[in-house]
C-alpha cells in the first residue's frame, strides 16, 4: 500500500510552478518556464524519495498551455533528458504518478469543439506520462462530465468519445465517482461497459451516494473488480469534509483518528494505494504513513517534531511539554497521541504571549550571530506585534530571511513559517 498527495508541496523550497497568461506568450518564455517547473517537478521527486511517499498526482501545469494550438515546441524531445533522469527516479524508486485533467476537460460535452479540446488534453497528459517512460499503472483520472438534461444521452456520448481516444490513451484512463451528478453506481455501470478502472472516492460518495447502507469497503471492493493486473494496484481517493466550508471542501489537514477508522475498515488490504485529497498535502502524507507503518520506530516521530515543534509552541505550549514527554520513551511509538496532540494545538487561535514566546526561541539560533541592527529589528518588531503596530506574519518573514541569510537548515524545514 502507498499514500499519496496531489500536486503541489507545502513548505519545501523550489518546488513552486510558473505560468503565464497568453498575451506574454513566446516560445523563448515558454522555453524559460518549462525548464523552471522540471526542475520544481525533480524537487519534489526527491523530496518524495526522501520522506518513503510513493504515490503522486503530477500537475497538468508543468508544461503551460500544455495542449493549446499556440504551444507546438516538441517539449517532450526538448527536455527528453530531464525526463529520463525523473522517469529513472520513478521507477528505481517504485513511485506511482498519476494526472487528473481539470473540469473542462468534458468527454461528454454536446459540444463538439469541448470534446475535441478533451481529447487533445488527454493525448497531452498521456505524452507527459509516456515521457517518464512509465508504464500502464501510471493513470490519468478522468470524471464522466455533465448531465446537459438527459443523463442516458450524456454517458451514450462519454462511451462513444472515449472510443475515439488513441489505444494509448484509453490503457490510462481511470474514471471516478463525482460529488453532484455521477454517483458510484453510475461509474460501475460505465466501466462495464468499456472496461476502465474505477476509483472511489469516499467524500464524493458521502455527498452523492448511490447507496446510504452501503460502507466504504463495499464499494471499495466492487472497484477492485475492475482493476487489472496491468493496471496496477487499485487506487482510490480519500478526503475529509472541512465542516466550515462549503460542501465538498477538503480539510486543511487529515485527521488522523477519522483516517485509522477509514484504514481499519480496509481489512488489512495492501494491494491498494490511498490517494490524499487535502490541503496540507505531503504533510497529510507523511502523517499517514507513519500512522500506518510496520517499520515503527520513533526516530520517525523524532524528524517529524523538529518540524512541528515551534508551531505547536507558538499554538499551544502545554501540548509542546506534553510531546516532549512522549518522545522520552525511545522503545515506544505514540504516533496517534503525538499526532492528536499536534492537531489539537493547531486548532488553536492564536495567543500573543505564546507567539512572541516561540519567536524568541527561534531568534535564540541567531542572537550569537546576528548583526545588532538585525537584533534592534527583531525586538522592535516584537514590541510593535505585542502592540498591535504589525503582524506575526512580519516577525516570520523577518525571522525567514535571517533562517536563510544564516543558512540555519535546521529551521528550513520548520512547520512554523508555513503553516
Known amino acids: ?82 525526463f529520463s533522469a525523473m522517469g529513472n527516479k520513478v521507477n528505481s524508486n517504485g513511485i506511482r504518478i498519476s494526472m487528473h485533467p481539470g473540469q473542462y476537460t468534458v468527454l461528454n460535452s454536446p459540444n463538439e469543439d469541448v470534446v475535441y479540446r478533451a481529447i487533445e488534453d488527454l493525448k497531452y497528459h498521456n505524452r507527459f506520462l509516456d515521457s517518464f517512460d512509465v508504464g500502464t499503472q501510471h493513470k490519468i483520472v478522468l470524471h464522466i462530465g455533465g448531465i446537459y438534461n438527459n443523463k442516458e444521452e450524456a454517458i451514450t456520448r462519454f462511451i462513444t ?48 451516494p448511490f447507496d446510504k447502507e452501503k460502507k466504504d469497503f463495499h464499494w471499495i471492493e466492487l472497484c477492485r473488480e475492475t482493476w487489472k493486473e496491468k493496471d496496477g494496484f487499485q487506487k482510490v481517493h480519500y478526503s475529509q469534509q472541512d465542516v466550515l466550508k ?25 494491494d491498494l494505494d490511498i490517494m490524499l485529497e487535502v490541503k496540507d498535502k505531503n504533510l497529510s502524507a507523511i502523517k499517514c504513513i507513519n500512522c500506518t507503518t510496520n517499520n515503527r520506530k520513533i526516530s520517525a516521530l523524532e524528524l517529524e517534531w523538529t518540524r512541528y515543534k515551534y508551531l505547536v509552541l507558538e499554538k499551544a505550549p502545554t501540548n509542546y511539554l506534553q510531546i516532549r514527554k512522549l518522545l522520552n520513551d525511545k522503545d515506544s511509538y505514540p504516533v496517534i497521541s503525538f499526532y492528536n496532540l499536534i492537531e489539537n494545538a493547531l486548532q488553536k487561535e492564536i495567543n500573543i504571549n505564546h507567539s512572541i514566546n516561540a519567536a524568541q526561541h527561534i531568534w535564540g539560533y541567531f542572537k550569537d550571530i546576528a548583526l545588532e541592527k538585525e537584533r534592534s529589528s527583531f525586538f522592535k518588531s516584537l514590541e510593535n506585534y505585542e502592540k498591535g503596530k504589525v503582524t506575526l506574519k512580519t516577525i516570520k518573514n523577518l525571522l525567514w530571511k535571517l533562517t536563510q541569510k544564516y543558512n540555519q537548515t535546521y529551521l528550513m524545514d520548520s512547520y512554523y513559517f508555513i503553516v
Not at 477538503?250 to 480496509?266: A, K, P, Q, R
Request: with cysteine; glycine share 4%; net charge negative.
Open 246 to 270: 462549503r460542501i465538498g471542501s477538503h480539510s486543511t489537514t487529515i485527521n488522523v483518528n477519522g483516517f485509522l477508522d477509514y484504514y481499519e475498515t480496509l481489512e488489512g488490504r495492501q
Open 1 to 82: 500500500m502507498s499514500i499519496g498527495y496531489a500536486c503541489l508541496t507545502v513548505g519545501v523550497p523550489n518546488t513552486n510552478f510558473k505560468s503565464c497568461i497568453m498575451k506574454n506568450f513566446s516560445e523563448s518564455k515558454l522555453l524559460e518556464l518549462i525548464s523552471h517547473n522540471l526542475n520544481s517537478l525533480e524537487n519534489i521527486i526527491d523530496y518524495n524519495i526522501k520522506n518513503n511517499i510513493k504515490l503522486f498526482r503530477l500537475s497538468s501545469d508543468v508544461i503551460p498551455f500544455g495542449s493549446s494550438p499556440i504551444n507546438t515546441l516538441p517539449w517532450w524531445d526538448l527536455f527528453s533528458n530531464r
Open 161 to 208: 468519445n472515449y472510443y475515439k481516444l488513441d489505444e494509448s490513451v484509453k490503457s490510462r484512463i481511470v474514471i471516478e465517482n463525482d460529488d453532484k451528478l455521477y454517483n458510484i453506481g453510475d461509474v460501475l455501470d460505465i466501466s462495464k461497459t468499456i472496461k476502465v478502472p474505477v476509483i472511489y472516492d469516499n467524500l464524493h460518495s458521502q455527498i452523492n
